[in-house]
């Protein structure tokens, strides 16, 4: 009975694995392929190792300077999503007021509301501010909209800290802003590693928020991958190679980071 249920697990797994990879294995080869044959056959290997279309999608996605604008936000934004929720979870932690009570229900609320309800008032607030069209206020934006999932990891880990770490730094003359950033933060290594990786991969292949704040200069990645796109056609070697292209750092980011993701969690759940 155990083996047959194993074996079952192990096919359905199989299965997940399968569908899982497919679509990537796709995007990889068929960047080495022409129109032509895409069209015909996109589940053909191909005929040989063209890389005509990466040079193309490089050169017409700008790559260098997307790729350094991409870096400029994604870093950014990830900087202040550490800082503030960082901060502001130990806050609601650590005081106990019946407002900080009320606030973190409102954050936890905050999560369940899509971006797309809130795009249009967002354009045209922010569009008469003269507030787009800017990677700072790119950076900003992600800041509002990512506070409350990172607040929330903060929140959570902060509460699996003993409270006599920092006492014991009090009794010996440190101030609350010194108990957080040299006692408190340094403990937070774990879950900061998680709420980096999260953020990166959101903020880097994020596309909707972007296309409505930096739509004439500074495009980031995925929003030159979509120049290969129009209305009436699609040039499908070409964007291929554009997805691989700016998929590729994030890709090699995650797999050195993801072990992170499980630790992090794992470390405050068990504390």
């Known amino acids: 009975m155990i083996t047959r249920f194993s074996s079952v697990r192990f096919m359905f797994a199989v299965v997940v694995v399968v569908l899982w990879v497919f679509p990537f294995a796709l995007i990889v080869l068929n960047p080495f392929k022409t129109r032509l044959e895409i069209i015909d056959n996109p589940l053909a290997p191909p005929s040989s190792l063209d890389i005509e279309n990466f040079e193309v999608a490089w050169e017409r996605m700008n790559f260098v300077t997307s790729l350094i604008n991409s870096l400029i936000v994604t870093i950014g934004s ?89 006492e014991a ?12 950033w040299r006692v408190v933060f340094p403990m937070l290594k774990p879950i900061t590693a998680t709420v980096i990786v999260l953020n990166a991969l959101w903020i880097w292949n994020d ?51 993801q072990r992170h993701i499980v630790s992090g969690v794992a470390t405050g759940s068990v504390k």
Do not use: C, W
Not at 82 to 106: Q, T
Not at 113 to 129: K, R
Not at 216 to 238: A, N, V
């Open 207 to 257: 596309f909707l928020l972007p296309s409505l704040v930096l739509f004439q200069s500074d495009r980031t990645l995925p929003l030159e991958t979509y120049t290969f796109f129009g209305t009436y056609t699609t040039e499908l070697g070409l964007a291929m190679a554009g997805l691989v292209l700016a998929t590729s750092p994030i890709l090699v980011f995650y797999v050195i980071m």
């Open 78 to 166: 990830g900087v202040l999503l550490v800082i503030f929720p960082a901060m502001f979870g130990y806050f609601l932690a650590r005081f106990d007021f019946r407002s900080n009570r009320l606030i973190y229900a409102l954050i936890i609320a905050s999560m369940i509301i899509p971006f797309q309800a809130l795009m249009i008032p967002f354009v045209s607030i922010y569009g008469q501010l003269d507030m787009l069209n800017s990677k700072t206020y790119l950076m900003f934006f992600y800041l509002g909209f990512g506070t409350a999932l990172s607040t929330f990891l903060y929140h959570g880990f902060v509460k699996s800290i003993p409270v006599s770490v920092e």
């Open 169 to 180: 730094a009090i009794i010996d003359g440190a101030s609350r802003f010194q108990v957080f």
